[in-house]
């Protein structure tokens, strides 16, 4: 695992390659088929301070396997988290690992907690909600849930433990709102 550069742009398009439909559709909350140029440009290139993303590779055939990524919100304490695990790596860490490093890099930044937009049509939402513990749901719109979970001091905490465990095993997956909303906002802060 690493933070995500610009030659990563390959790695990162191979790896959405093996992610199954709802995966993607977890992942995006819509049905992409394929990365555009603008969205690789806007995935990889990140200024590592209030846009920052984690790449883990296979250490045997080295394909991308997992991102983990959070991009800093307007009060500058918090910030929308995502992570993905292609589909063939779920269910065995690697949410939980990308998560408690970047859990580390955000306190790093002066982030104190995560923000996370859930598909609410999942059976398990329930179970995943109670796991988080002294997280807070913050809204319910069109499908989706928005917690938000604090940081802890040290570590990733208990409650986001088992909330990633669940994620990495494809239960659900951390996701963010539909890509125009996101380079909306992204592009405002440039």
Known sequence: ??????????????????????????????????????????????????????????????????VGRFVRLDDGVSAEAAVTVVDGWQGRGLGTALTQLLAERARGEGIDRFRAYLLATNEQMHDVLASLGPAKVISRDAGTVEVEVAIPKRGIGQHMAGVLRVVAGGTVELATPPWGIRQDRASSED
Do not use: C
Request: aromatic share 8%; glycine share 8%; net charge negative.
């Open 1 to 66: 695992m690493r933070p995500i550069g610009p030659d990563d742009k390959g790695a990162l398009d191979d790896a959405f390659a093996r992610l199954s439909e709802r995966s993607r559709y977890q992942r995006f909350l819509s049905s992409i088929r394929e990365l555009t140029e603008s969205q690789l440009r806007y995935l990889t290139e990140v200024d590592h301070h209030d846009h920052e993303a984690l790449i883990a590779f296979d250490p045997e055939t080295g394909a991308g396997v997992g």
